[in-house]
T-cell receptor
Framework: GQQVMQIPQYQHVQEGEDFTTYCNSS?????IQWYKQRPGGHPVFLIQ?????EVKKQKRLTFQFGEAKKNSSLHITATQTTDVGTYFC???????????FGTGTRLKVLA | DVKVTQSSRYLVKRTGEKVFLECVQD?????MFWYRQDPGLGLRLIYF???????EKGDIPEGYSVSREKKERFSLILESASTNQTSMYLC???????????FGQGTRLTVV
């Protein structure tokens, strides 16, 4: 079945360093979503990318959708302690409205 | 403010018990989902529903069933709870189409 993998599983960074998480799907995706889950919280939607090669920015966060629409990345510039949490990508299973979530990348920021 | 509400934040049940997890959304969303979250495994889809009384199996439906009698409510049922069903359970809802998912606060279920 369709799989969505993320690397790395964990990342510890010093405050101010950059951070990137990568998402890879076994199949082509019509779109991809990114979510953030704070410790003890629930996933919260960040953004959706639809077009091949699309790049979107939200302040210090940059999201990219690969040309082949099988991979995506989230890059955070100059991390802050408020960036702590687990970041998930999610892509739709072919022909359905159900989303397959990636395994997540847990980010820890050391002050 | 949109809301997805799960009936319990924490639940402790005994092996063999029948367990009901309830989820209610107030956004008139067509789609509702149940996921379980375990460390290192991400969110795995158990069941989802795209309309009242309609349901489809996700990736890990074994040991679970669901009920959707009203549009706003989606229930997850553990027919006979087992210790390997100890987990965080998350309910989510979306409008029809590929739109953002809104999650409930989660239910941490422990089966002893």
């Amino acid at each position: 079945g369709q799989q969505v993998m993320q690397i790395p599983q964990y990342q510890h960074v010093q405050e101010g360093e950059d951070f990137t998480t990568y998402c890879n799907s076994s199949t082509t995706l019509s779109n991809i979503q990114w979510y953030k889950q704070r410790p003890g919280g629930h996933p919260v939607f960040l953004i959706q990318l639809v077009k091949s090669g699309e790049v979107k920015k939200q302040k210090r966060l940059t999201f990219q959708f690969g040309e082949a629409k099988k991979n995506s990345s989230l890059h955070i510039t100059a991390t802050q302690t408020t960036d702590v949490g687990t970041y998930f990508c999610a892509g739709p299973a072919s022909g359905t409205y159900k989303y397959i979530f990636g395994t997540g990348t847990r980010l820890k920021v050391l002050a | 403010d949109v809301k997805v509400t799960q009936s319990s934040r924490y639940l402790v049940k005994r092996t063999g018990e029948k367990v009901f997890l309830e989820c209610v959304q107030d956004m008139d969303h067509e789609n509702m989902f149940w996921y379980r979250q375990d460390p290192g495994l991400g969110l795995r889809l158990i069941y989802f529903s795209y309309d009242v009384k309609m349901k489809e199996k996700g990736d890990i439906p074994e040991g679970y069933s669901v009920s959707r009698e009203k549009k706003e409510r989606f229930s997850l049922i553990l027919e006979s709870a087992s210790t390997n069903q100890t987990s965080m359970y998350l309910c989510a809802s979306t409008r029809m189409g590929n739109t953002e998912a809104f999650f409930g606060q989660g239910t941490r279920l422990t089966v002893v």
